[in-house]
């Protein structure tokens, strides 16, 4: 069997001791910002862009480096899309690593040939993956290892295949394993505790930054990082000084293939951070008096149940409300949405996904998530942060962390069309204001601040 490629050899430094490398001068960065004991950060996830995991994990990432760390991404499926790598990040992809055991492998060596303070991971299979490769190592030489779970995992199980249920139940036994447990939200965590025995002492709610993607925040529209540059080929790394002078000349974006090798890319420059968490939206009009646009902003797959808000449209219009319904997003639904939509007489407009959905708001509009499960719901947030009121099921659980009943939306009682048709009405009624204060701890500085603070205290934990 053909061994696994690897990254080529690093300097000899990085293979001393932790406490005999030399210190990383950060010039650009507050050194007192930065905590000395934590230097080098690993984040291991299936791709930079793609879904919230991605988002979430690209703006930490982003956070992290801008605050002075070292930080790379190790993706185990997608390609390195410069155009979504954040500024100071370098990024390697195992997508020509083929099989568990092959990628499990590569990951073993990229933690020894860079030896991170910490290495944090984002949803099952690379949390998986992540654990295996640190349990192949040498306690000494071993990172503090954190796992982030995203998804009620239990809520999902019903229906789903043989090979998903054997890597929960795989995962059920490994996240004892970790140094430490990041949820996403608070269901999610008494999930960790009660059905994969994480201990209390080892899990902690670190907030999405729901907020960053939000036009005038720091990573949200049109902050993309420039002068990213693509290093692809077997055998060849360039390092920070001959990617700065082939800046200018590569131009704009390049990306690697799904057959090249193992990559490494370097993106300089980057966007500032700060803590403005909410963006003045158009004229609202609070009421149903006008009319309500439902926004549906989700794939329109069976998990997400969008047939349920053509359902709640046809009980509002029964109601005497004039409604539509607006998707921001694709899926293998969308046919059924459109032919229950025509069946019920409801006015429905399909827009396909849109990164930047809550711009293109009317101004009686209502967010709709009729989500079985959730281990969040970030657009909940996005919604109230654009000015706009949310509802959500309060059966899929998570969601009950991205609402605050009465003030930013409503939880409906159940998935019946009257009790969504309830919840929209009630929501609709809602002024929002005086949100920013718990809109501040959905922000990049808040998130990645909490997320520092547990990265630091898991390292410091003997």
Known sequence: MTPPRSLPPVPTALHQPRAERPRVDHSRVDQSRVDQSLRRILFVIPALHGGGAEFVARTWMGWL???GYEVRVVLTAGVVLPEYLPGGVTARSLVDQHGHIAKTAALRRSLLDWQPDV?????????LVLLAAARLLPERLRPRVLVSERNLVSLGLPGSSQSHRFKIWIAQHAYRWADHVIAISHPVAAEMVAAFGVRAGRIT??????????????RGQGTTVAGAVIVAGAGTEVGAEVGAEMGAEVGPVLRAGADSAAVLVEAEGGTGTGTGTIVAPPTRRPGSANGIQIVLACRLVEQKRPLLAIEAAAELARRGVAVTVVSFGGGPLLGDVQA?????????????????WFDHFGDNAVALLTSSREGFGNVLVEAAAAGYPSVAVSGALGVADAIVPGITGELALSAHPVDLADAILRAADLPLTHIEPWLARFSEQSSGADLERVLTRTLERA
């Open 205 to 218: 709610v670190v907030a999405n930054p729901a907020t960053a993607k939000l036009r005038g925040t720091p």
């Open 65 to 67: 480096a801008d605050q």
């Open 340 to 356: 229950a939509a025509r069946q019920a007489n409801v006015t429905f407009h399909h827009r396909g996904w849109v990164e930047n």
């Open 119 to 127: 290495a944090v991971s984002l949803q099952v299979y690379p949390n």
